[in-house]
């Protein structure tokens, strides 16, 4: 295939030959945290009349799984906030088995505890919980107005509820570079993986990036220079590399955007609560499927076109005082 060729409407393949398993979906951008990396401490909203209703976002996903489709992520902002979520959630873990192996969804464990059962029940079986570190002052800090004691409890409850957790963590110079190996005994201690990711330069915020951003070959020197860690054979669907530990039943996953571009095995595409997919996370070109979907428009083209023009990599940089690689937050495209 070439990289100007379409893929044909049987089957999602970008112009690279890609095969694009996996569907990234944004409920909401809003969140009831206002992590430092992520957003600015005030941010606007989309209104409720440009996003997708949450009949909507189940045929778009209906659609994206008749077409090949095996893993879908209900991402946001903070999904749990979308009122509603629990029917999607129903109405797409419905769908596993029937074309979908499974749905996961990521949180930030505020509002884990109240929907860990119905999450379950609906089908989901792994959730990813955003945890960048374990003291309870710099918790606050990061996220401006979290509570870690709510997150930790979101976390038990999940697990209750037979959940596979993840933590996932922001690697944050001068925020919590000390709390990296704590996070590694705290996974043992409670059944969880971790997976450390590079902060990205998405959407405008007060602090300057580049003065947290921390390679994570440095991030993990300290637990290098106690245990062996080795490469493992597993797949999530996501950018993840992930290698066993020394004396630990924790499976430890590395993403790295800037220190180590993933894009060559990219198997992934986002679709936005506003109904947009964009081609990539560090790019502004994107096609709206909302209207097309609103007015008998041609979806699957749409789709087609998207993925057609889907980029080989992306160009991160994260260089003193930079401009972000786009305007928009990441709460804005989803996680």
Same mark, same amino acid.
């Given at each position: 295939?070439?990289?100007?060729?379409?893929?044909?409407?049987?089957?999602?393949?970008d112009?690279?030959?890609?095969?694009?398993?996996?569907?990234?979906?944004?409920?909401?951008?809003?969140?009831?945290?206002?992590?430092?990396?992520c957003?600015a401490?005030?941010m606007?909203?989309?209104?409720?009349?440009?996003?997708?209703?949450?009949?909507?976002?189940?045929?778009?996903?209906?659609?994206?799984?008749?077409?090949?489709?095996?893993?879908?992520?209900?991402?946001?902002g903070?999904?749990?906030?979308?009122?509603?979520v629990?029917?999607?959630?129903?109405?797409?873990?419905?769908?596993?088995?029937?074309?979908?192996d499974?749905?996961?969804?990521?949180?930030?464990?505020?509002?884990?505890?109240?929907h860990?059962?119905?999450?379950?029940?609906?089908?989901?079986?792994?959730?990813n919980?955003?945890?960048?570190?374990?003291?309870?002052?710099?918790?606050?800090?990061?996220?401006?107005?979290?509570?870690l004691?709510?997150?930790?409890?979101g976390? %038990? *409850?999940? &697990?209750?509820? @037979?959940?596979?957790?993840?933590?996932?963590?922001? $690697? +944050? !110079? =001068?925020?919590?570079?000390d709390?990296?190996?704590?996070m590694?005994?705290?996974?043992?201690?409670?059944?969880?993986?971790?997976?450390?990711?590079?902060?990205?330069?998405?959407?405008e915020?007060?602090?300057?990036?580049?003065?947290?951003?921390?390679?994570?070959?440095?991030?993990?020197?300290?637990?290098?220079?106690?245990?062996?860690?080795?490469?493992?054979?597993?797949?999530?669907?996501g950018?993840?590399?992930?290698?066993?530990?020394?004396?630990?039943?924790?499976?430890?996953?590395?993403?790295?955007?800037?220190?180590?571009?993933?894009?060559?095995?990219?198997?992934?595409?986002?679709?936005?609560?506003?109904?947009?997919?964009?081609?990539?996370?560090?790019?502004?070109?994107?096609v709206?499927?909302? %209207? *097309?979907? &609103?007015?008998? @428009?041609?979806?699957?083209?749409?789709?087609?076109t $998207? +993925? !057609? =023009?889907?980029?080989?990599?992306?160009?991160?940089?994260?260089e003193?005082?930079?401009?972000?690689?786009?305007?928009?937050?990441m709460?804005?495209?989803?996680?």
């Amino acid at each position: 295939m070439t990289a100007n060729s379409a893929p044909s409407a049987a089957s999602l393949a970008d112009g690279h030959g890609r095969r694009i398993s996996y569907l990234r979906l944004s409920v909401t951008d809003r969140c009831d945290l206002r992590c430092r990396y992520c957003m600015a401490e005030t941010m606007t909203f989309l209104p409720r009349s440009a996003v997708l209703t949450i009949e909507e976002m189940g045929d778009l996903a209906a659609r994206f799984v008749a077409r090949g489709i095996r893993r879908i992520r209900l991402t946001g902002g903070e999904p749990l906030v979308r009122r509603g979520v629990d029917m999607l959630a129903r109405r797409l873990g419905a769908l596993i088995g029937d074309g979908l192996d499974e749905l996961t969804l990521t949180t930030n464990g505020m509002r884990l505890a109240e929907h860990a059962a119905m999450l379950a029940a609906a089908g989901v079986r792994r959730v990813n919980v955003s945890l960048d570190t374990l003291d309870t002052a710099a918790f606050r800090h990061i996220t401006r107005v979290g509570d870690l004691a709510v997150a930790l409890r979101g976390i %038990a *409850a999940a &697990r209750a509820e @037979g959940l596979s957790v993840k933590i996932n963590m922001v $690697a +944050l !110079a =001068g925020l919590n570079e000390d709390q990296f190996l704590p996070m590694l005994d705290f996974c043992a201690a409670n059944g969880c993986d971790l997976t450390l990711i590079e902060t990205m330069p998405l959407g405008e915020v007060e602090a300057d990036r580049s003065a947290h951003f921390i390679p994570l070959h440095h991030f993990v020197a300290p637990l290098r220079a106690e245990r062996a860690i080795w490469p493992v054979d597993k797949r999530t669907g996501g950018p993840a590399r992930y290698f066993a530990v020394e004396d630990s039943p924790v499976t430890l996953g590395l993403i790295t955007p800037l220190s180590d571009n993933f894009c060559a095995t990219c198997n992934r595409i986002r679709l936005t609560v506003e109904g947009r997919i964009y081609m990539c996370l560090g790019r502004d070109d994107h096609v709206d499927l909302r %209207a *097309a979907l &609103r007015d008998g @428009g041609d979806v699957d083209g749409l789709i087609d076109t $998207a +993925l !057609a =023009g889907k980029p080989r990599a992306h160009d991160f940089r994260i260089e003193r005082k930079s401009a972000p690689a786009v305007a928009r937050h990441m709460s804005a495209t989803g996680g």
